[in-house]
């Protein structure tokens, strides 16, 4: 059978092609790996006070790939009050063989700068190949009132959040990755972050050997 966790990872990997998100930080257990751990079942679980963002992260994950089970079909009221010990004894005869689980551990503001854009830039070389000396002094001519055409830059207010990603293994019971996202224009992007947040975690899996390398 397929490795859901890497099977999910590329898929991932290969649909995104701009972030809102970056790698802060991250650790593995040496003696572990996604691959090595065969996941076939895995359970996502958001830790976020809002319900309605929790089951739009949640469902994320499954839409990717159905191995991927959202935890409020099974985190509920109803098992509320149980013990770390008996949660696990339950995913374990639910045939869970893995968790994933993603939190808000801070917000920051920040300055952002954003630089302008001059577009003169665009006429400073000859236009035409064979003909340099023209197009030479069109780019002569277009830079000299080039100021009127200047976008100047700014500075933004961005709120930027850190989310920290678990990947557990049931069998073995430990935690074998951890790491740190730093997203902003959360609240506006909610499925694009969480897309993105799994593409920088990938990424970073790559580069610590928790997953093999691209091919």
Not at 66 to 77: D, M, T
Not at 105 to 112: G, H, I, L, S
Not at 142 to 148: A, G, L, T, V
Request: proline residues 3%.
């Amino acid at each position: 059978m397929k490795k859901i966790l890497g099977l999910f990872f590329f898929t991932i990997l290969i649909g995104c092609s701009s972030s809102n998100t970056t790698i802060v930080n991250s650790w593995r257990d040496p003696s572990s790996s996604v691959e090595s751990e065969q996941f076939k079942k895995v359970l996502v679980v958001a830790l976020l006070k809002d319900d309605v963002t929790r089951r739009v992260v949640e469902t994320k994950f499954e839409e990717f790939n159905s191995g991927f089970k959202p935890s409020y079909n099974f985190l509920h009221i109803g098992n509320k009050d149980m013990t770390q010990e008996m949660l696990v004894k339950l995913l374990k005869l639910e045939n869970f063989d893995g968790v994933v689980t993603l939190r808000l551990v801070d917000t920051k503001q920040e300055t952002d700068y954003v630089a302008g854009m001059n577009t003169a830039v665009y006429y400073n070389t000859p236009y035409y190949g064979a003909y340099g000396a023209y197009g030479g002094a069109f780019g002569g001519w277009y830079n000299y009132y080039s100021p009127y055409y200047y976008d100047t830059g700014y500075y933004v207010e961005n709120t930027y959040y850190f989310i920290e990603t678990n990947i557990f293994s049931l069998k073995d019971d430990k935690l074998i990755w951890s790491g740190t996202t730093k997203s902003y224009n959360v609240a506006e992007h909610i499925d694009e972050t969480a897309t993105n947040v799994i593409d920088e975690i990938v990424k970073q899996m790559r580069k610590d050997g928790s997953l093999p390398p691209k091919k």
